[in-house]
């Protein structure tokens, strides 16, 4: 059984159809790439997911209430007082204790450490610079252990060093965890040395690849790839 | 200057008002609501004068002024309009009713520049002890919320797959900023609500960074230029609500200074 099973998925905005006829079947513990042009709906897709969207037909079925989502935009001015610690224990977010159990004491420092944030946990987040603000909110995400991880455009800030090390941090938990990554981006190139497969958003509708196959789409895709380097720069 | 009855309760209405305007403001300033803020003091002014024309206090016309007006903000702002304009409609409105109602009552000048610019000297104990009440429903509901409150007012955007009690959670929220403007403008009156509610908090902001600290150090901000002002204002016999506000100015502007010098 995959974690994300679609079957005649569609989504619509009022008159206006995004997706249809979306079949697709993500099996659990893969890394896939959530590929296509700017509107092509991999967003409101997204959203369907984690519960946001109303109009939809067919079925889609998401095998687990357990996901982390990092957004593709967030407010963070240098004047963010915040400590990265502190932004992430945000995601406990239920119940009325002002104070944190010991368990969840425990659990945000693994996150932490996990993303390579535990010296800086102390850090106002308004000032850490761009990579490091992009793993403390996937280390936000992952505070209650998610067995599907969602990040939206979040290597697009950062240069290539970076880019590589947050998807080398993520694939790591891939592997030991078994976790589901779903990965919105434009940087093909980037992504084909991390994914196992492909969800490619085109003409209303959603294929899905394999592995090997991203090299071809890679290829065919390089020229309108370079045109988004040169905007994300 | 502490035998005068007067003297007691307006030090006492004061630390009430700057424990809620200190804790309330973290949330408002984390949520960028200085704008709304504002304007539901404008508003409150209507509900006052609403209040007065009809033969109500001024503070009950002046909460169910805030409340509702919060609520319709809150249910008008969507991702189609854009916050700032829904309150500057919505203010806009209120204003234009606070004068009707001024002229309609035949309210004297001085109950006006009461509400406009506070009148802590002139506080009961009647008035306090209704200020003690309400402080006490905001902070613990407040504190029942605190999670959830944390959360919208730090980070929305993470905030997905919300359960229907964390939904209500900003409404909860209009309602408390709505309660704590009218009481705070019982100190420093509706044209100053900035001074006790906004600027305490976004001095905090600039030394320290937990949510709990923020409260504690806002709270304090509040509390020194409450106290500060009040003796002031006693000993000189000029309005406490020019003090409290030059006194919270003044933090403000070093705070940002000291930070940027910092940064």
Request: aromatic letters at 10%; proline letters at 1%.
């Amino acid at each position: 059984m995959g974690i994300i099973e679609t079957k005649n998925f569609g989504i619509r905005y009022g008159e206006r159809v995004v997706l249809s006829d979306v079949n697709i079947d993500v099996p659990a513990g893969r890394f896939f790439a959530l590929l296509g042009e700017n509107g092509a709906g991999k967003t409101t897709f997204i959203k369907s997911i984690i519960g946001q969207n109303q109009q939809t037909t067919g079925e889609l079925l998401v095998n687990t209430t357990l996901i982390g989502f990092v957004p593709q935009f967030r407010d963070i001015s240098r004047d963010y007082p915040l400590s990265i610690s502190e932004f992430v224990s945000l995601s406990y977010n239920s119940g009325w204790r002002f104070w944190l159990s010991n368990q969840e004491k425990k659990r945000i420092s693994e996150s932490l450490t996990r993303m390579d944030l535990a010296d800086i946990a102390d850090k106002r987040l308004g000032l850490a610079s761009g990579g490091q603000q992009q793993r403390a909110y996937v280390a936000q995400a992952l505070v209650k252990s998610p067995e599907l991880l969602i990040l939206d455009e979040s290597t697009a800030s950062l240069d290539h060093e970076h880019k590589v090390a947050l998807l080398q941090n993520v694939t790591a938990l891939q592997k030991a965890h078994n976790l589901t990554i779903l990965f919105i981006t434009h940087e093909l190139k980037l992504v084909s040395q991390f994914a196992d497969g492909y969800l490619l958003f085109k003409n209303g509708t959603v294929s899905q690849g394999e592995a090997e196959d991203l090299n071809v789409l890679t290829l065919e895709m390089t020229h309108r790839h370079d045109e988004d380097e040169v905007r994300n720069v | 200057m502490f035998n005068y009855d007067f003297m007691q309760n307006a030090f006492m209405a004061g630390t009430v008002v700057s424990l809620i305007a200190g804790i309330v403001g973290t949330f408002v300033v984390a949520r960028n609501y200085a704008f709304l803020t504002h304007s539901l003091s404008e508003i409150g002014f209507a509900g006052a004068t609403f209040g007065l024309f009809v033969g109500w206090p001024a503070l009950l016309g002046m909460m169910l002024a805030t409340s509702s007006a919060s609520l319709l903000i809150g249910a008008l702002e969507s991702g189609y309009t854009k916050r700032d304009n829904v309150t500057s409609a919505v203010s806009a409105l209120a204003i234009g009713m606070g004068i009707l109602f001024l002229a309609l009552g035949h309210t004297s000048t001085t109950a006006a520049t009461g509400i406009l610019f506070g009148s802590v000297l002139g506080i009961s104990h009647q008035d306090l002890l209704l200020l003690v009440i309400l402080a006490f429903i905001v902070i613990l509901v407040l504190l029942f919320n605190y999670r959830a409150l944390r959360q919208l007012s730090f980070d929305e955007a993470g905030m997905f797959l919300q359960s229907n009690s964390q939904k209500m959670v900003r409404y909860i929220f209009l309602v408390i900023i709505a309660i704590s403007v009218s009481i705070s403008s019982q100190l420093v009156g509706s044209l100053l609500i900035f001074v006790l509610v906004t600027l305490p908090a976004a001095s905090a902001k600039y030394y320290v960074t937990s949510t709990l600290k923020l409260m504690g150090l806002a709270v304090a901000f509040a509390l020194f230029g409450t106290w500060v002002g009040l003796t002031i204002a006693y000993l000189t016999n000029l309005p406490t609500s020019f003090f409290i506000a030059v006194i919270e100015v003044l933090i403000y502007l070093l705070s940002v200074w000291q930070f940027q010098k910092k940064a």
